[in-house]
């Protein structure tokens, strides 16, 4: 489904700040797979994403998306197929727009945008959609989205970027800026929305017990590489406490935030 064919990102190529941020990347992700990705700041998690959604181009290698190469495909045309969450709530809605606004932005997505008066037809999928994430914001179409709290805008953000059901979904520590509570309220929506429509899915996360929950493989990456991919087979296996110590055997990191976050599990 997605395919990484040696795909290397350097910044700032040929003077004294060059940085590579990918090496030599090779992956593939099959059709409906859950990936959690783990990794300590600077792995390459981020850019790889930026990558995959075109916001960086890459210095060498290919990228391909059902088997079409999308290596030197404009950002604003993958997002028609590429749906993507970032870590800010704020990064994925238009605060002055209303819900229903926001809703019929994300229909459009990669297309040729104009507002148009929502029809009748077209409000009562929005609020079935909004009922799915139990926030009682079916009713509150009519909503400026500024007003909503950070777990609101998150939710309905994670709602845009899968309701014009995106090949895949790209989540970028989307529930890190978020109180543990809503966090994993957020979490969860994800899973059930991903479940239920099948969404080939890629997600970053610091929280190794999430990593765990979520999803069917595991990626680990460091330095700009994939170090490993860990299947399904192998995950069933797996305590947060081996996730640990396999993350640290491959990667040598011991103070690491990643570490830190999952202390209390310990």
């Known amino acids: 489904m997605l395919e990484i064919q040696d795909v290397s990102v350097v910044f700032h190529q040929g003077t004294i700040h060059e940085k590579m941020a990918l090496s030599h990347v090779n992956v593939k992700i ?21 990558t995959i ?33 970032f870590q800010n709530p704020l990064m994925g809605t238009a605060p002055s727009m209303t819900i229903e606004e926001n809703l019929a932005l994300s229909a459009c997505q990669g ?9 009748h037809q077209q409000r009562q999928q929005m609020r079935e959609a909004l009922k799915e994430l139990n926030l009682n914001l079916e009713d509150r179409l009519e909503t400026k989205v500024g007003v909503l709290s ?53 997600m970053i996360t610091h929280n190794m017990e999430d990593a765990l929950r979520y999803g069917q493989k595991i990626m680990i990456m460091k330095d700009g590489k994939i170090l490993d991919l860990i299947d399904e087979e192998k995950k069933k296996n797996l305590t947060v406490e081996g996730l ?15 570490l830190l976050r999952n202390e209390a599990v310990l």
Do not use: C, W
């Open 30 to 50: 099959n059709q409906g797979d859950f990936v959690t990705i783990i990794g300590s700041n600077g792995a390459g998690k981020s850019t790889l994403f930026q």
């Open 150 to 202: 950070g777990g609101q805008r998150q939710a309905l953000s994670l709602l845009m970027a899968t309701y014009a059901k995106p090949q895949l979904l790209l989540l970028d520590e989307h529930t890190a800026a978020l109180d543990p509570q809503t966090a994993s309220k957020v979490l969860k929506l994800t899973d059930d929305i991903v479940k239920r429509h099948q969404m080939t899915t890629l």
């Open 111 to 119: 297309h040729y945008f104009r507002l148009k008066p929502i029809t």
């Open 244 to 258: 640990i110590e396999l993350y640290t055997s491959q990667t040598h990191e011991y103070n690491d935030r990643i």
């Open 53 to 85: 959604s075109g916001a960086v181009s890459p210095t060498s290698g290919k990228i391909f998306l059902k088997n079409q190469d999308i290596t030197h495909l404009k950002e604003y045309k993958r997002s028609r197929f590429i749906g993507r969450l």
